[in-house]
């Protein structure tokens, strides 16, 4: 049972990226699935999340720029990053989970890892010029 991020990567600013969260071993479209970053010196917040019934939920800091979407015949779930600023710059984290809703994920202080049901290792983002 493993889920994974991967995707990262360097981009300019105003470049985009694609991340891809997959699962091994269990069924995605069970669970909330949540995007969390952490920058360098910051605390880890929660950026997106892609719910059971298809709701999603993003962070103003990426509203509008960010896309999540499940593809259940690979059990993954995407975040397309769009627009992309320095700030942006991050070590990007998935996670699964059955009762943690997706308004709590991107509002909420994130919980430790072994909190969620499943946790993948991070993937880095670099925008740079």
């Known amino acids: 049972v493993q889920l994974q991020a991967f995707g990262g990567g360097l981009v300019q600013p105003g470049g985009s990226l694609r991340l891809s969260c997959a699962a091994s071993?269990?069924?995605?479209?069970?669970?909330?699935i949540g995007w969390f970053r952490q920058a360098p010196g910051k605390e880890r917040e929660g950026i997106s999340c892609h719910s059971r019934d298809g709701s999603t939920e993003y962070a103003d800091s990426v509203k509008g720029r960010f896309t999540i979407s499940r593809d259940d015949a690979s059990n993954t779930v995407y975040l397309q990053m769009t627009n992309l600023k320095y700030e942006d710059t991050a070590v990007y984290y998935c996670a699964a989970d059955y009762s943690l809703l997706c308004i709590a994920i991107v509002t909420t202080t994130p919980l430790a890892d072994h909190q969620y049901h499943y946790w993948g290792q991070g993937t880095l983002v670099t925008v740079s010029s």
């Open positions: 071993g269990f069924t995605l479209d069970y669970y909330n």
